[in-house]
């Protein structure tokens, strides 16, 4: 039994799914920017380019890992393997053969919040540890930016808690059987895709790392292996991001049952899941590439003055929907 | 502990411990390299006079911090109406309090704390 759950966590329906998910989402990423920009995007590892993130990584693992000078060597080379982690762990909280995710309790979704923070917090801590004047700056923003978009985030995704009386992940998809929460909460699910852009720095809120102001912000001294950790990272949340959102407001992978068979619905389950994740995933990417950064100062403005009451709007709105 | 429980605390380790393996594996692919000179400077973007890493003011980073505090006992307050016991409260909340702190420790050894 529980070696068999340590097999799903590493591999299916844990870990590796979503790593290779995450690849798929970088090239259709890839792929979306490109035919909006009138540009064919990667095309020449393997089919449609489809293994271009695959090679990257590999690419870039076996290049030299240069450490600065200045930096702080410890939480500098091993820090982007901490990062990886956070999204990694969020993954087997997430259902997709079924309503119960591989590892599941009453509080899971808390702890999934905690993850969010605490992905921010290491992306300041790497920052500061490879030191540089576009790294200091970059954390600043990030910082800056985390406090912005964290407050509606929350509201957004105890939203939906509210809805199933539920703090379980888990518990809230299987609440979803009947009617799925964006129908009920839809500023809430907006909201989260709004705040999901910034947790994973895509425009219009790819501030702290904004390529044309500071270079690369704080990524800017990292190369080789943590560059490559911290790019998989990045493709690892966009995932996890997507799948959260699918738990939370699209029935996760629930859906019509047309099997008496567990195994062969669990497929079909399979498939809810794969089709959702990739529609909202898509969202996502055509949202970035359609829309130009904006500054700091507008961002926090625009969360603390337009999507946090917009957030507790929709709070309000459930709560009276559940009284 | 049910293995339910075990697992809620031992998949989140099996995954830290596991993607370090293999994350100093891959680092056997290439070659690492650190020292002194031009090669080991901070990118500068071209200009010539850098200033030194200093100390900072880390009252941003408290603040941060902080919100982070609030944030972990907010959810928590707003999580106890399911509350069946007070196991994962307290496990989440020791977990949460230990990273923040060793975080917030870190980051003023390293920058150095200015009053």
Redesign the interface.
Same mark, same amino acid.
């Given at each position: 039994?529980?070696a068999t759950?340590?097999l799903e966590?590493?591999f299916f329906p844990g870990?590796t799914f979503f790593v290779w998910i995450g690849f798929i989402f970088d090239w259709l990423d890839r792929k979306t920017q490109a035919r909006m920009q009138s540009r064919r995007g990667p095309i020449l590892a393997g089919p449609f380019g489809i293994l271009q993130p695959v090679a990257d990584f590999?690419k870039l693992? #076996? &290049? %030299?890992?240069?450490? $600065? %000078?200045?930096a702080? &060597?410890f +939480?500098f080379l091993?820090g $982007? #393997?901490?990062f990886?982690?956070a999204p990694?762990?969020g993954t087997?909280f997430i259902p997709v053969l079924g309503a119960q995710a591989?590892? #599941?309790?009453? @509080?899971?979704l808390?702890?999934v919040?905690?993850i969010l *923070?605490?992905s921010a917090?290491m992306a300041?801590?790497l920052g @500061?540890?490879? *030191?540089? /004047?576009?790294?200091?700056i970059s954390i600043?923003r990030l +910082?800056v930016q @985390?406090?912005g978009y %964290?407050v509606p985030l929350?509201v957004a995704l +105890?939203t939906p808690a509210l809805l199933a009386? #539920?703090?379980s992940i888990s518990g809230i998809v299987a609440a979803q059987q009947n009617i799925w929460f964006i129908v009920l909460a839809p500023l809430s699910f907006c909201v989260f895709i709004v705040a999901a852009l910034a947790e994973l720095e895509k425009p219009p809120f790819d501030i702290p790392s904004a390529k044309t102001e500071i +270079?690369g912000g704080w990524m800017?001294?990292f190369s *080789? /292996?943590p560059l490559?950790?911290i790019k998989l990272t990045k493709e690892l949340g966009y995932a996890f991001l997507s799948a959260l959102a699918v738990s939370l407001f699209l029935g996760g992978p629930l859906g019509p049952v047309l099997f008496a068979d567990p195994a062969l619905q669990s497929i079909l389950y399979f498939i809810y899941f794969i089709v959702k994740l990739f529609a909202v995933g898509f969202l996502i990417f055509t949202i970035k590439t359609a829309l130009a950064r904006v500054r700091i100062d507008q961002a926090a403005r625009l969360f603390w003055m337009v999507i946090t009451p917009l957030s507790l709007i929709q709070l309000g709105f459930v709560m009276v929907l559940r009284w | 502990m049910t293995a339910f429980d075990i697992m809620t605390v031992g998949g989140p380790l099996l995954i830290i411990v596991a993607d370090l393996i293999i994350y100093l594996l891959v680092g056997r692919l290439g070659k690492r390299s650190s020292g002194k000179g031009d090669k080991y400077q901070p990118f500068t973007g071209g200009e010539q006079e850098i200033a030194p890493r200093g100390t900072y003011s880390s009252e941003l980073f408290v603040y941060a911090t902080l919100f982070m505090i609030a944030e972990a006992f907010a959810l928590l307050l707003a999580g106890s109406f399911a509350a069946t016991s007070y196991f994962y409260p307290l496990l989440f909340l020791t977990g949460g309090s230990s990273v923040i702190l060793i975080v917030t420790w870190w980051l003023m050894i390293v920058g150095g704390l200015r009053p």
């Open positions: 039994m529980i759950q340590l966590i590493l870990l590999f693992t #076996s &290049k %030299e890992e240069i450490i $600065p %000078e200045i702080d &060597k +939480v091993l $982007p #393997s901490l990886f982690s990694a762990i087997i591989i590892v #599941s309790n009453d @509080y899971d808390l702890f919040l905690f *923070g605490f917090l300041t801590m @500061y540890a490879a *030191g540089g /004047r576009w790294a200091i600043g +910082v @985390y406090t %964290e929350i +105890v009386h #539920s703090l +270079v800017t001294e *080789g /292996r490559a950790y | -």
